[in-house]
């Protein structure tokens, strides 16, 4: 397991963007996977994509398409997730997560809240 | 689908065994070997317990348990003890190259 730390608390108006980062100490940060799950209030768990850290490729949630995007620094060993036209359900605590496959995740970021409102 | 069905809440005493399910479809659950468990306190992160159907990770007690049936996933508790309880969800990976997680089932140590 490595240690995933997260950007901080957001507040944001409907329509505006918000970008998260996770800061890993995974020494194979670039060849696991990053994968992004949030969770709105009192809900379950909502899968909203992976982002390979090796030259980049991306799979996200159907219903997020267009909105969502997310990128990496290999650098810094960081992930990044963008959310653009932010609506009030997308108030949500916002979780990276990895693992070396993207069907199970092993260690996970602290999270965190995204609150949208006007 | 755009989740998978578990049970809202279960509850059991300490020393027993309880079974969570987790029923989806042969697109998911039925399809693949992809199923996960997640345990998550409140206010704190999940936690994997069961990844790939019936593995856990290091560190991970063997209480827990998983198993598969068709397009239903089961995660068995036994030896039920008052940090067991929490929430629990499954997910699983899907044939559209997506993972769908369970709405997730409130745990009660009585």
């Known amino acids: 397991q490595f240690q995933l730390v997260q950007s901080g608390t957001e507040v944001k108006k409907p329509g505006a963007s918000v970008k998260v980062s996770c800061k890993t100490s995974?020494?194979?940060?670039?060849?696991?996977?990053i994968t992004w799950v949030r969770q709105a209030p009192g809900q379950g768990l909502e899968w909203m994509g992976w982002i390979s850290p090796n030259n980049g490729p991306t799979n996200y949630a159907p219903k997020l398409q267009g909105r969502v995007s997310m990128t990496t620094a290999i650098s810094t060993r960081t992930a990044y997730m963008e959310l653009q036209s932010l609506r009030s359900d997308d108030t949500a605590v916002y979780h990276c997560?990895?693992?070396?496959?993207?069907?199970?995740?092993?260690?996970w970021g602290q999270g965190t809240l995204v609150t949208v409102s006007s | 689908q755009s989740s998978l069905t578990q049970p809202a809440s279960v509850s059991g005493s300490p020393g027993q065994s309880i079974t969570l399910s987790c029923t989806g479809s042969?697109?998911?659950?039925?399809?693949?070997?992809?199923v996960s468990w997640y345990q998550q306190h409140p206010g704190k992160a999940p936690k994997v317990i069961i990844y790939d159907v019936t593995y856990r990770p290091s560190g991970v007690s063997n209480r827990f348990s998983g198993s598969k049936s068709g397009n239903t996933a089961s995660l068995t508790i036994s030896a039920l003890q008052a940090e067991d309880e929490a929430n629990y969800y499954c997910s699983s990976y899907t044939s559209a190259h997506i993972v769908l997680f369970g709405g997730g089932t409130k745990l009660t140590v009585l």
């Open positions: 997560a990895t693992g070396s496959t993207v069907t199970w995740f092993d260690s």
């Open positions: 042969s697109s998911d659950i039925g399809g693949f070997d992809y």
């Open positions: 995974d020494d194979n940060f670039v060849i696991n996977y």
